[in-house]
């Protein structure tokens, strides 16, 4: 039994919880998913999920909650986080908005909202390492990638730019890849033989 948590301060939890599922039913792997809203329940999960929403809310919810330092220790421990959209900037080294405290997961500077507001969301297929076929990604409010460290391998990138990039044990997007039936980044973060055993 893999015991996924998803940080539920904010964003798609029930959507994350559903990919993540799929992905360990591909696997013949059975996934029990627990809801993150307080510190206590991190150190008992084997993979993380750390969904999108607004980025200064959620990096201020996790330090109230005591939970950004159970993400940083569950890291520091090898074990695999996912951090979408909103959760990218908040596990970046550096968001470029001093309202957001990052937890420094990510070798990467970001610029939030860089592909615009709301109304300019977008879905693209996007060449990802490893996948042979584009994957449908959804863009929305989606933050882009400024620099990437020496460490950082960048999975898939848009117009030049990177939009999924893996570090360590930490794999990060730009877009939701929950909001699709497509389960691949999920696999790809948590079930590929690149992603740390746990």
Known sequence: MLRAGVVAVQGDVSEHADAIQRAGAAHDEAVEVTEIRQSGS???????????????AISRLLAREGIDAEIEAHVEAGKPVL????????ASRDANDERVDTLDLLDVTVDRNAFGRQVD??????????????FP??????????????????????EGRPV?????????????????ADSRIHDLAFFEEQAVEV
């Open 137 to 158: 990604a959804v863009f929305i409010r989606a933050p882009v990638i400024d620099e990437v460290g020496d460490g950082v391998e960048v999975l898939a990138a848009w």
């Open 83 to 90: 951090a979408t959209c909103a959760g990218l900037i908040v």
């Open 121 to 134: 969301s977008f879905e693209a297929p996007l060449d990802v390492t490893g996948f042979e076929e584009p």
């Open 42 to 56: 991190v150190g008992e999960c084997d993979v993380l999920l750390l969904p999108g929403g607004e980025s200064t």
């Open 164 to 180: 999924a990039v893996r570090d360590g044990p930490v794999v990060g997007t730009a877009f939701h890849p929950e909001l699709t």
